[in-house]
Structure formats: C-alpha cells, structure tokens
T-cell receptor, first 111, second 113 residues
C-alpha cells in the first residue's frame, strides 16, 4: 500500500503557467521529498523538506509542508516543456531512510 | 561523476527462470536501496543495505527474492522461479547517509513471459 496520495493524478498546462500538485500522507514523517521521473528513466531528486520546516525553494520550485494536515504541495512556476514528467512525493518515517512513494502526478506542459 | 548504474537495462525471460539484477551505486555511498515500480505506480520499497548488511528487508514480497552486497558496494537482486507478476521496473538508489536524498539509477525493466 502507498503511504502518500497525490492530487491531481494528471495535469496539463501551457508553457509559462504555474503547476501545483498536492500530496497527502497517513503517518508521522521524518522528512518528505519530491522526485521527478521522465518516461523510461530513474527518479531525480528535487527537494527535501524536513518535518520541522514549512517551506523550501529551489529555483522555480516551491514546496510547502503542513504536518498538522499531513500534506505537502509542490509548485512549479513559469513551467517549460522540459518540465513534462511524472512527479512523486515520498516520505521517510524511520531512521533507515526508506522512501514511501505516492502514485505520482503526470504533468504535461505544452509549448 | 558517475551516477548509479543498473544492468541490464532490460531483461526478458520465461516464467520459472532465475534472474539477477545488478546495481553499481555512487562511489562512497554506504546506503543502498532497491525499489520495484509497476506501471502507473510509484516505486515500492524492497530492501535497504547499510554497508554489507541488509538492515531492512521488510519489502521483499516473498522468499523467492534475495539481495546481496558482499563488499559494501555493488549489489545484486536475485529472483528465483520468476512469475509473471514479477514483471516491473526494478530501481536501485544510493545515498551518502540515510538523511540525504537518494540518487536513482535508470532501472532494469524485467518482463516475465
């Protein structure tokens, strides 16, 4: 069973628009991470946010974390066609660091 | 520097056969993880190595699955008596420690006919 649920399952936007996706989870976490996966490739780490943090930025990416609601969001600003990919949230709940993933959001950015 | 390398990239075999999947982590990374990803789903954890030992193998689906990391670097995931339900992409990831992001290989796409 998956620890996280992502919403929406799919998102289609035009270049220049912002893309927002949400992740909800079930149990207390150590940290939450967002990954991107292009078709047929491995996952690429985007941002790690710890349970005592509320917001982090990296370039055009902004991640928020609300532990009281057990939810996180990923915002991609000024999207580009190259942002087309699947985006996954993943949580760690123990000291081993194993990741528990959501089912992902498929994002398509059209030129 | 080199990232995580997985071989083969694709493996097609018949039901009942034995397969080995190899993972070469980033040099110096002591933590190594195996995940399995089915179509349209997020990866699911299989096993975690810290150095040479399997610290957590709670994700292995049954005793047909086994993994080793004898020298604390390269790891091999072994599947005996393969079944069609084992078809998936098997991903390997490594990290410098358990608090750091994981770096993933491109995976091995396993197809059991």
């Amino acid at each position: 069973s998956q620890q996280g649920e992502e919403d929406p399952q799919a998102l289609s936007i035009q270049e220049g628009e912002n893309a927002t996706m949400n992740c909800s989870y079930k149990t207390s976490i150590n940290n939450l991470q967002w990954y991107r996966q292009n078709s047929g490739r491995g996952l690429v780490h985007l941002i790690l946010i710890r349970s005592n943090e509320r917001e982090k930025h990296s370039g055009r990416l902004r991640v928020t974390l609300d532990t009281s609601k057990k939810s996180s969001s990923l915002l991609i600003t000024a999207s580009r066609a190259a942002d087309t990919a699947s985006y996954f949230c993943a949580m760690t709940t123990d000291s081993w660091g194993k990741l528990q993933f959501g089912a992902g959001t498929q994002v398509v950015v059209t030129p | 520097g080199a990232g995580v390398s997985q071989t083969p990239s694709n493996k097609v075999t018949e039901k009942g056969k034995y397969v080995e999947l190899r993972c070469d982590p980033i040099s110096g990374h002591t933590a190594l993880y195996w995940y399995r990803q089915s179509l349209g789903q997020g990866p699911e954890f299989l096993i975690y190595f810290q150095g040479t030992g399997a610290a957590d193998d709670s994700g292995l689906p049954n005793d047909r699955f086994f993994a080793v990391r004898p020298e604390g670097s390269v790891s091999t995931l072994k599947i005996q008596r393969t079944e069609r339900g084992d078809s998936a992409v098997y991903l390997c990831a490594s990290s410098a420690n358990t608090n750091q992001p994981q770096h993933f290989g491109d995976g091995t796409r396993l197809s059991i006919l």
